[in-house]
């Protein structure tokens, strides 16, 4: 069994002709004006490509921690039938950040063992600027 993927992102589409995925807004990090902050979506992609001999189901979880505070704690569960590779998208509806920090997204095995983890640096902005930018996209000012 090899994990070929684990990421965390806004949104995902798969093309219904070619069963392929595509992953949109990866977040490798996130800022707020305010906390606690609320992402309003997220989903969590792994995919795991199997032989022969391995299994056919896996029923895993993934966990996302901010310090010693787990934010989500769910199963992630991986069906391949017939085909060598499974893929697993988990939906996060509403994911409630406390405080700013690093968010650590675990895919652990049955075994409690991590697999594979993904960081997500949350951190606070100042108060808002307002940049201008021309319509050639070259010259930029603050107002």
């Known amino acids: 069994m090899h994990l070929c993927l684990f990421t965390v992102c806004e949104s995902t589409a798969i093309d219904y002709r070619t069963n392929r995925i595509s992953l949109f807004q990866v977040l490798e990090s996130w800022e707020s004006a305010t906390f606690p902050a609320v992402i309003p979506r997220l989903s969590v992609v792994s995919s795991f490509v199997r032989k022969d001999s391995d299994v056919k189901e896996l029923n895993y979880r993934v966990e996302a921690k901010l310090g010693d505070i787990i934010l989500v704690d769910g199963p992630l569960e991986f069906f391949f039938s017939e085909s060598p590779v ?16 690093d968010v650590i997204f675990s895919l652990l095995n049955e ?10 640096s949350v951190s606070l902005i100042g108060p808002g600027e307002v940049e201008q930018v021309s319509s050639d996209n070259k010259s930029k000012k603050r107002v």
């Not at 509403?94 to 920090?101: A, L, M």
């Not at 075994?111 to 997500?120: F, P, Q, R």
């Open 86 to 101: 499974a893929r697993s998208m988990g939906e996060v509806s509403g994911f409630v950040v406390p405080h700013p920090g």
């Open 111 to 120: 075994k409690n063992e991590t697999l594979a983890a993904w960081c997500v």
